[in-house]
């Protein structure tokens, strides 16, 4: 299955980002949410297990790296999020690109650093970590999104998936849709990564990888 995950990956990145949802749609913020969410918290994993499947790092990476990746996923999501940021995407196609890009990158960094073997026990407890913290700060911003009092992305009606929405309701829908995807993906991968890590701890594996 895992051979299927990187062709997988680009072809949901492909329908993405050539699609409505950063076409047609692209004033809908709630469009906008099922964009970043399937680029960062679907394709992205997709790919970068795909990836790790065919290009095994040589030697072990650093275990502070998934956390510092991290770190700066939240700097860069929290970022294109504020208003200013959002507007001016939805202005410039230029500047969807740098979004969209920046986004997968991310992705790709804290899932590949996560995942990618060969991986000790203090790599993987780190690896479980960040992505336990992408889905802490994930569900925060979709809260805070899905429960604001006021629009803070536009005033008009904007039309998303063939529906007419009021500003304040495709916030909420996007605020809900990174709930429900991008919360929910990152706790489930730093859960599994706390299952390799129980195992590593019961099959005795020692603090550093095993050469093969």
Excluded: K, N
């Amino acid at each position: 299955m895992t051979r299927l995950a990187l062709p997988a990956g680009l072809l949901l990145l492909g329908l993405i980002w050539f699609g409505p949802l950063l076409g047609a749609w692209r004033e809908s913020f709630s469009a906008h949410m099922v964009a970043h969410m399937g680029v960062i918290a679907i394709a992205a994993p997709l790919i970068a297990i795909g990836l790790a499947e065919r290009f095994r790092p040589l030697r072990p990476m650093p275990a502070w790296l998934p956390i510092l990746v991290s770190l700066f996923e939240l700097v860069i999501v929290w970022g294109w999020h504020a208003p200013a940021m959002r507007a001016a995407a939805e202005a410039s196609v230029a500047v969807t690109v740098i979004e969209q890009a920046l986004f997968l990158s991310v992705g790709l960094l804290l899932w590949w650093t996560s995942f990618a073997a060969p991986r000790d026990r203090s790599g993987t407890a780190a690896g479980a970590f960040a992505l336990l913290l992408t889905s802490i700060h994930m569900t925060l911003l979709g809260a805070l999104l899905a429960l604001s009092p006021r629009p803070l992305f536009g005033a008009g009606d904007v039309i998303c998936f063939g529906t007419v929405l009021a500003a304040e309701d495709d916030q909420q829908l996007g605020g809900v849709i990174m709930l429900l995807v991008g919360a929910v993906v990152y706790l489930a991968g730093g859960l599994a990564l706390v299952a390799r890590l129980l195992d590593q701890r019961e099959t005795g594996t020692p603090g550093r990888p095993v050469s093969r």
